[in-house]
């Protein structure tokens, strides 16, 4: 079987068996494209390895992370798949990239220091700062004529000498930009200026569309190597959410020894299916990344095409990374709550735009991560939703 055929294939009677979140939260009547869960299978070396272990009723404790090859494969996954050399030495595991944000804050920053993020953004990344009681500093995004783009002037204006800590997303969920070097260049102006830690979570890093490239922000520089964080795991290049792994990548000795200041215990043990899987995939899968990106790329192009000729009223950009399309529903006659006259009108259940912070009323975000049929079916509800004067 192809891997088209295999990401195809897959029909709503077979997502409707699932258990995770994506398919049980809103039941048989809607269709989801909300939790950045993809619909496909896993690529084979991946589902052969978790058989094996499940088959072997192998659930013990795993080695610890210093015993196990993971870091090693990441330095060369790294090395080849972004151009990027990783002392393995440097990286740590965690349970998930969540988790390392609410940590790095605990770490890194004061109560009451400037944490700044560029909004709207993926909701841990904005709220976690208020939840800490540190000081949101968000500068939203603006609507340039090819994509979203950072407003500098504003983004400089609100930079104090308070703020400590820069929370980047890039590839940028849920805008789908992939900052350039120019842009980065800028924001690591600004993060020396400043005298900044970076908190960057790649975790998109591999869904990138041609001629876009993932450039690492700890690439830019040594001097920016050094005050940068990477986070980033397999859960959303192999669809592995529920096994809850991910890793820290620390650009200096320095921050690395402030993060295991932490006592271990406290960040949880290691998930034996997360880690052997992550390995798996960051060793084995390479040529299914490849073609899961090729299929995503015409989802893409299929989502943006059917919405500008279809509701030529909904705001949207091509994203140039991730499997996720944001769409201004401003312009459209519905409940000033897109997600609502969706969820209701529509039965169709994307995320809601205010839960991505400034910059996100008037939206919601679509996931188009399934078969091209099942992205069909959900654009047709959306279609079909709308108040006549909307339509075509
Ligand atoms: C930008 C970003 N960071 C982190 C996560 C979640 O990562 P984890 O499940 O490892 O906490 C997501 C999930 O959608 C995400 O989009």
Redesign the pocket.
Known sequence: MSDDHAFDGITIEAMRKKRGAKWQRYGDQVLPCFV?DMDFGLALPIHQVLSEQLAAQDYGYTMGFADRPLAEIFAAWAERRFNWTVDAGRIEGLV???QGIYLTMHLFTEPGDGVVTLTPT?PPLWQSIDRMGRRLIDSTLVRGTQHYEIDFDDLRSKLDANTKLMLL?NPH?PTGRVFNRSELESLAELVLEHNLIVLA?E??ADLVYTPHRHIPFATLSPEIAERTITMT?A??SFNL?GLRF?IAIFGSQALQDRFNAWPKGALGGLNSLGILATETAWRDCDDWLDALVRYLKGNRDFVYDELKSRIPLIDVFSPEGTYLAWLGCERLAINPDPFEHFLEAGKVAFSPGPNFGSGGDGFVRMNFATSRSIAGELLDRVVASLPAPTRP
């Open positions: 950045a998930d990239v969540v993926y997303c969920n979570d975790i998109h795991s859960t959303k959410g991910a």
